[in-house]
């Protein structure tokens, strides 16, 4: 799956208000660098992450190649 295809299922998936949030930080009349766009997102305020959002995140991770037992993926999706 391209990066793409990737990206375009991840945006279905989003709630209105964070589809309303990434055009915001994406919306620009003129491309931003890497730097701009990672300061945007630093500044940016934490989102509220549910359990089955942060399953397919470790899950999209983990098809990138990392390996990752259970008992670490439950570390990760419950610290």
């Known amino acids: 799956m391209s990066d793409m295809d990737r990206l375009h299922e ?14 915001t ?8 660098s890497d730097e ?5 997102l630093s500044e940016s305020p ?8 942060s ?7 983990t098809e990138q190649g990392e390996n990752v ?3 670490e993926l439950k570390r990760r999706q419950f610290p």
């Open 36 to 40: 701009e766009l990672a300061q945007r």
């Open 55 to 61: 399953a397919r995140i470790l899950a999209a991770e």
């Open 69 to 71: 037992s259970h008992d």
């Open 10 to 23: 991840m945006i279905e998936r989003l709630p209105p208000r964070q589809i309303r949030a990434l055009l």
């Open 46 to 53: 934490p989102e509220k992450v549910d359990d089955e959002t």
């Open 25 to 32: 930080l994406l919306d620009t009349l003129q491309p931003i």
